[in-house]
């Protein structure tokens, strides 16, 4: 049995609307990825995203024993952060945006969702981290180490529950070191939940491999089978494409799915009619980036990071391999400016 975690005078509030249930299906979201999916990045997809092409958007995963330890919280609490900016083109765009959070201990579980429903209003729901497979992550009993222990997953899902005003969903595998699809998702269908992410990848995997689209489907098998009507089935895994993710959809009778690395193919991948991007749309668009992250983080974050972006953007015309070696050797934005100086491209500031 799990104990009842609740917060102070904490009051849920039931009656608070489950988005999951909003939009048209297919549901597509662009899939929490850590030290990319930040406030900047995401404030750049949506600028660029056709209404109708994106419902949900994650942050990065955030621990919730930093953001509830005193020191701790200023170390992690950036990936929660959401801009005025952001905000507006959620609105506008009509997308929601959802907390992604990881860790071991209930009760941390439930000072987060309870700091997250009282302090941070632009999230419309959190997400359990359960999917995860680094192993000094999965040591600590976390994320896809969950798949090993459900009643722990449960006491967790239940400290949310109780202490969240958004809706709650998890993101999970299909197992830990072997295929346990049926006993696993059949697990979290049993917890009210809105929705379950599945990747269709086991822990053993990492990032190898293809994903198993025909154990996700099973997902949606089985919530039907248990008549749980209210929990849609977001399937996750080598998805290039919308026209893909229709398809995904349809031949696997999933609810919607999310995108990853996808983006890393193709920026606009949530923008399908649009004409192929020219070279100035797609070095303007680095710029944007380069300069909001620079203006949101200043010092407090490496401008290195950046790097694994630039090759999404300089790709797709001439030379554009000879332009990314010299972007890949950028230590700043004024670098960066230079060298689209010597390639003869004169950006638009916007930020
Ligand atoms: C750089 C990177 C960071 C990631 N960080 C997270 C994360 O913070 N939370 C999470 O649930 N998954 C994370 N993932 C996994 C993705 O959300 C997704 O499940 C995985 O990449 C498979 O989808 P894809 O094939 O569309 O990329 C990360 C993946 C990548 C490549």
Redesign the pocket.
Known sequence: MSSRIFLGDFKLEKTLTNFWQEYDKPLISL??????TDTVFREIVLSQATPGNLHVV?T??ANTDGLCHPIGRDKVIHRLQCSENEQKLLKEKNVKLVA?IWGSKPEKYAETCKMISEEMPYFDGIDI?M??PVPKIVKQGSCSRLITNPSLATEIIRACQENSKVPVSV?TRIGYKEIVTKEWIGHLLDHDLPAVLI?G?IQAQM?EGL?DWSEIAKGAVLRDTKGKNDTVIIG????KSIAESHQKCEDYKIDGV?????IFHDPWIFAPDRQEPTQEERLQLLWDHASLFQKTWADTKNFRQLRRFFKIYASNFKDAGVLRAALMESRDLDHVREIFDKWGFTPEDKY
């Not at 899939?31 to 990319?36: H, L, R």
């Open positions: 899939a929490p990825m850590e030290e990319v994650y990065e995963f992604q981290n999917g995860c993101k990747h990848r990032s994903a996750n895994g080598d998805i999310m995108i990853g690395r996808g």
